[in-house]
T-cell receptor, first 109, second 115 residues
C-alpha cells in the first residue's frame, strides 16, 4: 500500500513549469514526503524530500500543504530530459520506501 | 565516485532454476535495499540489509533470500523461479537504514526473464 495518490499521467510543454500533485490524506506527523523519478531504462533517482516546510533544490521545489495532506512537486522549466515517471512516497520512522505507480510525465517540444 | 553497480544487467532463466543477483553500494554507504519492479508498476520492497543482517522485509516468500558481505556489497537469491518472478530487480544503497532522512541511490537494475 503506497498510501499516496497521484494522477497516472500528465503532459507539459517544454520550458513551461510543471506541477505534479500528490495526495497523502492519512499522513502522520512524523512522515516525510519523498519524490523520486525514473527515466526510461534507469533506476529511480532521488529528487527531493520534506516534512513540513517547502523545500527547494537544484532539481525542483516541493510545496507541502499546511495540513500536510497533499504536496506538489514543481519543475520550474520542463525539459525533454524531465520526461519520466515521478513517484511520491511517504515514509515514517524506519520504514522502507513504498512506491506506487507514480505519474508518467510527458514533455512536448 | 562510483554509484550503485549491479550485475548482471540482463539474464534469462527457466522455471524452477535459481538465480543470484549482485550489488555494490555507493562508496561510503552501508545499507542495501532490494526492490522488484514488474513492467508498468512501481518498485516493490523485498528486503533491506544493514550490518550483514536482514533488517526489514516486504511481502515476499522465503524463496527470496539475500546476503550482505563485510564490504557492504549484497546478493539477492531467488530459488524455484516462477514466470511471475520476471521483473527488473533494483538495488538501492543509503547511509542509514531509515527512510526518513536518507536518500536512496539506485542502480540501473538487473532484468530477469523467466521462461
Amino acid at each position: 500500500d503506497a498510501k499516496t495518490t497521484q494522477p497516472n499521467s500528465m503532459e507539459s510543454n517544454e520550458e513551461e513549469p510543471v506541477h505534479l500533485p500528490c495526495n497523502h490524506s492519512t499522513i502522520s506527523g512524523t512522515d516525510y514526503i519523498h519524490w523520486y523519478r525514473q527515466l526510461p531504462s534507469q533506476g529511480p533517482e532521488y529528487v527531493i524530500h520534506g516534512l513540513t516546510s517547502n523545500v527547494n533544490n537544484r532539481m525542483a521545489s516541493l510545496a507541502i500543504a499546511e495540513d500536510r495532506k497533499s504536496s506538489t512537486l514543481i519543475l520550474h522549466r520542463a525539459t525533454l530530459r524531465d520526461a519520466a515517471v515521478y513517484y511520491c512516497v511517504r515514509t515514517s520512522g524506519n520504514t522502507p520506501l513504498v512506491f506506487g505507480k507514480g505519474t508518467r510525465l510527458s514533455v512536448i517540444a | 565516485d562510483a554509484g550503485v553497480t549491479q550485475s548482471p544487467t540482463h539474464l534469462i532463466k527457466t522455471r524452477g532454476q535459481q538465480v543470484t543477483l549482485r550489488c555494490s553500494p555507493k562508496s561510503g554507504h552501508d545499507t542495501v535495499s532490494w526492490y522488484q519492479q514488474a513492467l508498468g508498476q512501481g518498485p516493490q520492497f523485498i528486503f533491506q540489509y544493514y550490518e550483514e543482517e536482514e533488517r526489514q522485509r516486504g511481502n515476499f516468500p522465503d524463496r527470496f533470500s539475500g546476503h550482505q558481505f563485510p564490504n557492504y556489497s549484497s546478493e539477492l537469491n531467488v530459488n524455484a523461479l516462477l514466470l511471475g518472478d520476471s521483473a527488473l530487480y533494483l538495488c538501492a544503497s543509503s547511509l542509514e537504514p531509515g527512510g526518513n532522512t536518507g536518500e536512496l541511490f539506485f542502480g540501473e537494475g538487473s532484468r530477469l526473464t523467466v521462461l
